[in-house]
């Protein structure tokens, strides 16, 4: 199994940026991929990034691909998310992914961290 723990939410103003980061631990080869949802209140969970675990490909939701940025540590089995420009309702509980090769979706799954952004 792999384990994913989420870091770094908090209350940040509209037009400003928070550093989301994932640890992963556990049986970190069966990862082929990471990446970031997120569901606001009364939404559905949206794919915000994801990124090869060792290839090296990235790929954004339309809304956030101009403004956020996911990066991977490697040595350290974490991924980031660097969010800037953040609007109001990007308030969400964001939530670290994994999945395995082979795989159709993500199934692994943090227990989710809370941005807030006030207007």
């Known amino acids: 199994q792999v384990q994913l723990v989420e870091s770094g939410g908090g209350l940040v103003q509209a037009g400003g940026s928070l550093r989301l980061s994932c640890a992963a631990s556990?049986?970190?080869?069966?990862?082929?991929?990471m990446g970031w949802y997120r569901q606001a209140p009364g939404k559905e969970r949206e794919f915000v990034a994801a990124?090869?675990?060792?290839?090296?490909?990235?790929k954004y939701g339309d809304s956030v691909k101009d403004r956020f940025t996911i990066s991977r540590d490697s040595a350290r089995k974490m991924v980031h998310l660097q969010m800037r420009s953040l609007e109001a309702d990007e308030t969400a509980v964001y939530y670290c992914?994994?999945?395995?090769?082979?795989?159709?979706?993500?199934?692994?799954w943090g227990p989710g961290t809370q941005g807030t952004v006030s207007p």
């Open positions: 990124i090869g675990w060792s290839a090296n490909w990235r």
């Open positions: 556990g049986r970190t080869e069966y990862i082929n991929a």
């Open positions: 992914g994994g999945k395995r090769l082979g795989a159709d979706s993500f199934d692994y």
